[in-house]
């Protein structure tokens, strides 16, 4: 499945940010999804993780309360609605896609990958 991200872009501290994943080239709805970031001089970090039918989701505590994820199955596309943004969440956003539905916070779980899309977040 291919991935393009979008949405990324500059924001004050407190403001908000929707990003989308638009897949293609397979059936969407078999692929658990998921968001990654990377920040300069970092590790890529997992953010959230959705199940294939949208009713298991997963966040790493440091997004929880903030960023939520949903899909829509008819659009093909993911999305991660980032609210009360901090300067920490600063990083390039990854979706990624995996087909056996593992909802892993594990970068190596997943098959697919966009390239990702630029937030940044000033103080």
């Known amino acids: 499945v291919q991935l393009v991200e979008s949405g990324g872009g500059l924001v004050q501290a407190g403001g908000s940010l929707r990003l989308s994943c638009a897949a293609s080239g397979r059936t969407f709805s078999n692929y658990a999804m998921g968001w990654f970031r990377q920040a300069p001089g970092k590790e890529r970090e997992f953010v959230v993780a959705?199940?294939?039918?949208?009713?298991?989701?997963y966040y790493a505590d440091s997004v929880k309360g903030r960023f939520a994820i949903s899909r829509d199955n008819v659009k093909n596309t993911v999305y991660l609605q980032m609210n009360n943004l901090k300067p920490e969440d600063t990083a390039v956003y990854y979706c990624?896609?995996?087909?056996?539905?593992?909802?892993?916070?594990?970068?190596?779980?997943?098959?697919?990958w966009g390239q990702g899309t630029q937030v940044t977040v000033s103080s």
């Open positions: 990624a896609a995996d087909l056996y539905d593992r909802m892993s916070s594990l970068p190596g779980s997943y098959q697919s």
């Open positions: 959705i199940s294939r039918s949208a009713v298991r989701t």
